[in-house]
């Protein structure tokens, strides 16, 4: 596997993962709203981060470098359970200086392990009571 920093021609596939894999994870979200749009409103200006092999591309990771933070981390459903995640969460920890914080939605227990095995603590709950989250930090 290999991670490299994500290019403009990557951005179509890129698309596709984060609609994917919000469909597939966001249970508690109306996937009916959810469009390949939604990755550029939600990337703009970021650091993309890709994880791929074999040139598919198995995940992404997307930064705030200004704030330390990560704002997103996606992986293909089909690539979920191979490392790829970890990957990923290592490598932009690397691109940032600590500590490094993130949100989780309060919901979204499998995401919210994958934080915590990875040596994520939580720190605050926070949002209105339909859209809870956690603040995370990496230190």
């Not at 995940?59 to 992986?75: A, C, M, Q």
């Amino acid at each position: 596997m290999k991670i490299r920093v994500a290019r403009e021609s990557d951005y179509p596939e890129l698309r596709q993962i984060y609609l994917d894999s919000r469909r597939n994870s966001f249970e508690w979200a109306n996937k009916e709203e959810m469009t390949l749009d939604d990755f550029d409103k939600h990337t703009e200006g970021e650091y993309m981060i890709l994880a791929e092999e074999d040139a598919r591309i198995m995940g992404f990771t997307s930064l705030y470098l200004p704030d330390n933070f990560i704002h997103n981390l996606f992986v293909h459903p089909d690539c979920s359970g191979k490392g790829v995640g970890s990957q990923l969460l290592h490598s932009a920890i690397e691109k940032m200086n600590k500590p490094v914080t993130l949100k989780c939605v309060s919901k979204n227990q499998k995401a919210m392990q994958f934080y915590e095995n990875n040596g994520w603590k939580k720190v605050v709950e926070k949002g209105s009571p339909d859209e809870r989250y956690w603040v995370m930090v990496y230190e």
